[in-house]
């Protein structure tokens, strides 16, 4: 079974043209946006994967965040099909786009949960 992060962070990587990654950089504060999509949990079977992914978008503005995190979340979950190696059967937004704390605070983070269902190609 593909790894959900290699075959999500090169697919928004391609569809925004800004960086993403399952960690992010060390130098994030001047790379912004960054996106950052991480597996964080979820169950499979034999042949198929339902991992929940964290997508997390970091911007130096609320709302260039906000517009990214949207843009993706609609993308997310019309994704249906063959990428990166995988077949994507559909996605489920379990929790929005919601502003959340980082450690700067110069930079704007908001993050959501999606539930993916995959195959391999």
């Given at each position: 079974m593909p790894d959900i992060e290699a075959v999500l962070n090169p697919w928004a990587e391609a569809l925004t043209g800004h960086f993403a990654g399952a960690e992010t950089p060390d130098d994030l504060?001047?790379?912004l946006p960054?996106?950052?999509i991480a597996r964080g949990g979820g169950g499979d079977d034999m042949f198929t994967g339902h991992p929940r992914i964290y997508v997390d978008v970091?911007?130096?503005t609320a709302d260039e965040a906000r517009t990214l995190a949207n843009s993706l979340r609609d993308a997310l979950i019309a994704l249906?099909?063959?990428v990166g190696g995988a077949v994507i059967r559909g996605v489920r937004c379990?929790?929005?786009p919601s502003r959340r704390?980082?450690?700067n605070e110069a930079v704007y983070r908001r993050g959501a949960t999606y539930t993916v269902d995959f195959?391999?190609?």
């Open positions: 504060e001047t790379r960054v996106i950052r970091f911007a130096a249906r099909g063959p379990d929790s929005g704390p980082w450690s195959r391999a190609a």
